[in-house]
């Protein structure tokens, strides 16, 4: 029996059936291909080396960290050249300034002090004059919460 014999002899709708999972297992393997991540190199030394650097940079105490190393390098130098004082007195309006500006108030939160808050919007809970006033001349039990 040759190869040829055995084809012949194949039903034609089972031909169609081999031909017809043939190309299904095809366009499955070409899927597998293009849905499968590339495939990225073993890490070598240095990327390794570079990784570990990244993550003590992006840590978040870093930043604090240098800023601090850096006020105290300057402190000593001002100190050594006698201006010190100063230099700590100036430095407390900055640190202020710098820890005030690093905390923004998303659009809908409101300020503990009504003056900063659009239409002087209160918080709820927060204890008026006016209140105090009906307390004092009503009293306690008087008072309700003023819409």
Excluded: C
Aim: aromatic letters at 12%.
């Amino acid at each position: 029996m040759s190869d040829s014999s055995d084809q012949e002899e194949v039903p034609p709708h089972l031909a169609r059936y081999r031909e017809y999972k043939r190309k299904q297992e095809l366009r499955k393997q070409k899927k597998l291909a293009r849905s499968a991540p590339p495939r990225e190199p073993p890490p070598t030394s240095s990327d390794k080396h570079s990784s570990t650097l990244d993550n003590i940079i992006n840590h978040p105490i870093t930043i604090p960290l240098l800023k601090l190393a850096l006020w105290v390098f300057l402190l000593l130098f001002f100190a050594h050249h006698e201006f010190g004082s100063v230099f700590f007195l100036v430095s407390i309006p900055v640190f202020v300034w710098q820890s005030m500006e690093e905390y923004k108030r998303g659009p809908r939160e409101l300020s503990a002090y009504s003056v900063f808050n659009k239409n002087l919007e209160k918080l709820d809970g927060t204890f008026t004059s006016e209140q105090w006033e009906r307390e004092l001349k009503y009293g306690a039990a008087a008072v309700r919460k003023q819409d």
